[in-house]
């Protein structure tokens, strides 16, 4: 029996989680209390004795900005890491760059919720070519840069992502972390706590706080915990 740990660490406070605005792909920095998220994150790691061993993470500054931090605190700034835009935040299409209160005002808390929440309805999609479309930028060179995802769109390819790359990695007795997203890490915890589509709209994930799995031979043996309660 192979016994491992799978670490799940949102990014720390964005500057648009800051102005409450739409972020999706926009690559946005950390705030200045982010970064203090992700410092804290990982000397709790360090405390705690919980040390990454592999890291993945997603094109997006806020998360790997997040994961350096965290692993610099934690004394693990030289294992590999990993980078694909499979672990960006869900595409919040033609919301992207919108203040959530003025697009309450203006559609409606339902609505919003919907957008925001629900399993398989995506926001409307972005304009290609407009302020906030990342379409042209070179990181994305190559790749069919949606216009839109709903969470259901978002699972589609985290799920096979983290089957092919990072289930391997925990078989191996490794001790993972996945800095991501708030959405992309809720795609995650669906799977891995097995949560219905109806009640994944009431899960969310708060930032800089490492969650974690046990695992038993590449399946999750547990739930998951925070690790600052563990
Ligand atoms: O993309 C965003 O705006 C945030 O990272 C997540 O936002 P949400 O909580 O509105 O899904």
Known sequence: MTEATL???????SQWNLENRFTGWWDVDLTEKGEAEAVAAGKLMLEKGVLPTVAF?????????TLHMALDNAGRSW??????WLLNERHYGGLTGLDKQE??????DEQVHIWRRSFDTPPPP?????QYDPGNDPRYAGIDVPLTE?????????????????????????????SAHGNSLRALVKHLSGISDEDITGLEIPTGQPIVYPFKD???????????EG
């Open 7 to 13: 670490i799940l660490v949102r990014h720390g406070q």
């Open 57 to 65: 993470t997603s094109l997006q500054t806020r998360a790997i900005r």
């Open 79 to 84: 294992i590999p890491e990993t980078k694909s």
């Open 103 to 108: 697009t309450r005002d203006k559609h409606g």
């Open 126 to 130: 972005i304009e290609k070519g407009s």
């Open 150 to 178: 709903s969470l259901k769109d978002t699972i589609a390819r985290v799920l096979p992502y983290y089957e092919e790359q990072v289930v391997p990695q925990l078989k191996k007795g490794e001790t993972v972390i996945i």
């Open 218 to 228: 590449g399946a999750p043996a547990g739930e998951r915990s925070y690790l600052s």
